[in-house]
């Protein structure tokens, strides 16, 4: 391999690498909208106190929380919330995150304005 080749791999790599970083985060955006690993849209609840989800049981159903790994730290405005059966969550901005069970597809998003207390997640 010549030397200018190598520098080309190596810048490569370099602006390869906050990409990669930033797909390792809870959440990415897709449009205007925040989305997970799978592409499905992020929604946030008017009913939630700052810091605590009041989605639970067959709530948690239909709107399933982003759940939190123990492996995982927050980072910027995201936070983790404990949840009241004791699993942790993503929010962001205080606000607990959820994915629609009625969204079957990525780019899906027929949770927005839902009773007016559902909104999808905008803004990084």
Same mark, same amino acid.
């Given at each position: 391999m010549t030397r200018n080749t190598l520098t080309w791999m190596t810048l490569a790599?370099?602006?390869?690498?906050?990409?990669?970083?930033?797909?390792?985060?809870?959440?990415?955006?897709?449009?205007?909208?925040?989305?997970?690993?799978?592409?499905?849209?992020? =929604? /946030? #609840?008017? &009913? %939630? !106190?700052?810091?605590?989800?009041?989605?639970?049981?067959?709530?948690?159903?239909?709107?399933?929380?982003?759940?939190?790994m123990s492996t995982d730290h927050p980072t910027g405005m995201w936070t983790i919330v404990k949840r009241d059966d004791g699993m942790m969550q993503w929010a962001y901005g205080g606000k607990p995150v =959820? /994915? #629609?069970? &009625? %969204? !079957?597809?990525?780019?899906?998003m027929k949770g927005d304005g839902m009773k007016d207390v559902w909104h999808v997640l905008k803004g990084m």
């Open positions: 790599a370099a602006l390869a690498l906050p990409s990669m970083a930033l797909a390792d985060g809870p959440a990415m955006m897709s449009g205007d909208a925040m989305v997970d690993h799978k592409g499905m849209a992020l =929604y /946030t #609840f008017d &009913k %939630d !106190a700052p810091g605590k989800s009041n989605c639970n049981t067959t709530c948690a159903d239909n709107w399933p929380p982003l759940m939190a =959820y /994915t #629609f069970a &009625k %969204d !079957a597809s990525p780019g899906d």
